[in-house]
């Protein structure tokens, strides 16, 4: 479950310092496009250091390592490869190549630092036109993806569109990653929401993708995690409504029916898959360190 995605620039030790109090379900200690070339280096000390006190709790960790073209990719990998990230997530993957280049860079460096083959996860960033219209392929290519994050941003740069506050250039972009991260069983996590102090705006649009099929939504401010949390998290009344979905078509099985109602509504099959997912969904998110 990763319903909130914290950024946190990789330069900024007071920040990583904060974020051991958020209540974001993964922290991104970034060292990609929040740290300016020069400060490269220094933002994988900083992150490796900071890296045991933002896990104590067992939250999980998620760097943002930088891409293949940049020649930094193996010793930020190198930085922070370990058992207490759950893996990385890297930007600007274009296409399946991208991503067996790096899986074979983790296995040779997982066996080098004594790790469990397969431990690291990955989740690509998607943002050029090409991964958009190679989604399915891009979350396919390793086993090691366990969802696939939408970039706005840099898409913006490659398609040469503007972005706007209510973000109708995504609707195709972010509608062609969510079905190819279904397809391939993996996630979807939207980009984040640039006007950090609209919460209205955040919310909006965070209800919007959670409607296309989206699990989650990356951050880039704290004020953010909230809203995230509890959008992608089943309300009360969505778990009350599941459980008697659940006892009524329980029921009507009894009595050898497939099909019956709840509040004027038909309930069959696929409602009662919809209501147990609800279900596993609020179990899951009961069990994160961070659940209250
Ligand atoms: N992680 C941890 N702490 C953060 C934070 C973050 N992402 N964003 C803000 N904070 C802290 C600030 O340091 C500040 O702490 P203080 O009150 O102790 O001084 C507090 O939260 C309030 O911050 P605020 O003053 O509202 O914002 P700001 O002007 O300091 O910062 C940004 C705004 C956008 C620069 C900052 O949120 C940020 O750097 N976000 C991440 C950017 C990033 O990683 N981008 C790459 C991915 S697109
Ligand atoms: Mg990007």
Redesign the pocket.
Known sequence: VLRSL????GN?P???E??TG?MADTI?P?M???VPFEQKEKAREIIALNIPSLAANGRTILP?INSLPTGLLEEDLYAVIGPSILGVTVGKIHTTQDIEEIDSIILAMESRVGLTPGHTKIIPWIETARAVTEALAICKASKRIIGVAL?G?DLSVDMGFTRTTEGSELTYARSAVAFAATAAGVQAYD??Y?S??DSEGLLREANQVKQLGFKGK??????QIEILNSVFRPSPSEIDYARRVIEVYADARALGRGATSLDGRMIDAPVVERAKATIKLAESIEKLPNSS
């Open positions: 914290l950024f946190v620039p900024r007071d920040m990583l904060k974020a958020f991104v970034d990609e496009d929040s943002r970039g941003e980009t984040p640039v950090f102090r990356f951050a880039i401010h704290p004020a």
